[in-house]
T-cell receptor, first 115, second 111 residues
Framework: AQTVTQSQPEMSVQEAETVTLSCTYD???????LFWYKQPPSRQMILVIR??????QNATENRFSVNFQKAAKSFSLKISDSQLGDAAMYFC????????????FGTGTSLTVIP | DVKVTQSSRYLVKRTGEKVFLECVQD?????MFWYRQDPGLGLRLIYF???????EKGDIPEGYSVSREKKERFSLILESASTNQTSMYLC??????????FGPGTRLTVL
């Protein structure tokens, strides 16, 4: 099974600053999808951003962008101009089209935004 | 917008009780999933389903079963609840190559 590693259990950032959350994964597949999900204290998990492995261009969604390094199997999330509402647990996820479309999640990074 | 709903936000049960957690999605998704979420462990897959009446074990199926009689509904069953099944349970659904959408979660406490 694929493994997804988030090595930073907790991170903090000053409001309006930039923070980068790390994620690495292990796979032998060439075609896959990567995701960042956000889970605020209310617990509803929502999609932040997704990246298709075959695309070289890094995905961006407003203040959120990724640094996808396929050879290094790294997929970090950059949050620019951090806001108080960005405080949440962030999960990195890998989806394999070959193993029944299963999703594999990291253990999460808890982000605190300091006013 | 995709909507995934779960029958309860909070549930308290006693050891040995049979527990049903229900999940409904309104976007005709083929794939549905049940996870449990525990601090420091992330999301762990319990069961998933590709289609009606089809189910596959995930990483931690012991003590759980599932039912999918209709495409939009995926139920998780704890045949005899135990205290170590106290957890947050998340349901999700997706199209075969799509994004996974989650329900709000059910916080289950087994006393």
């Amino acid at each position: 099974a694929q493994t997804v590693t988030q090595s930073q259990p907790e991170m903090s950032v000053q409001e309006a600053e930039t923070v980068t959350l790390s994620c690495t994964y292990d796979t032998s597949e060439s075609d896959y999808y990567l995701f960042w999900y956000k889970q605020p204290p209310s617990r509803q998990m929502i999609l932040v951003i997704r990246q298709e492995a075959y695309k070289q261009q890094n995905a961006t969604e407003n203040r959120f962008s990724v640094n996808f390094q396929k050879a290094a199997k790294s997929f970090s999330l950059k949050i620019s101009d951090s806001q108080l509402g960005d405080a949440a647990m962030y999960f990195c996820a890998y989806r394999s089209p070959l193993t029944g479309n299963q999703f594999y999640f990291g253990t999460g990074t808890s982000l605190t935004v300091i006013p | 917008d995709v909507k995934v709903t779960q029958s309860s936000r909070y549930l308290v049960k006693r050891t040995g009780e049979k527990v049903f957690l229900e999940c409904v999605q309104d976007m005709d998704h083929e794939n549905m999933f049940w996870y449990r979420q525990d601090p420091g462990l992330g999301l762990r897959l319990i069961y998933f389903s590709y289609d009606v009446k089809m189910k596959e074990k995930g990483d931690i199926p012991e003590g759980y079963s599932v039912s999918r009689e209709k495409k939009e509904r995926f139920s998780l069953i704890l045949e005899s609840a135990s205290t170590n099944q106290t957890s947050m349970y998340l349901c999700a659904s997706t199209l075969p190559r799509g994004t996974q959408y989650f329900g709000p979660g059910t916080r289950l406490t087994v006393l």
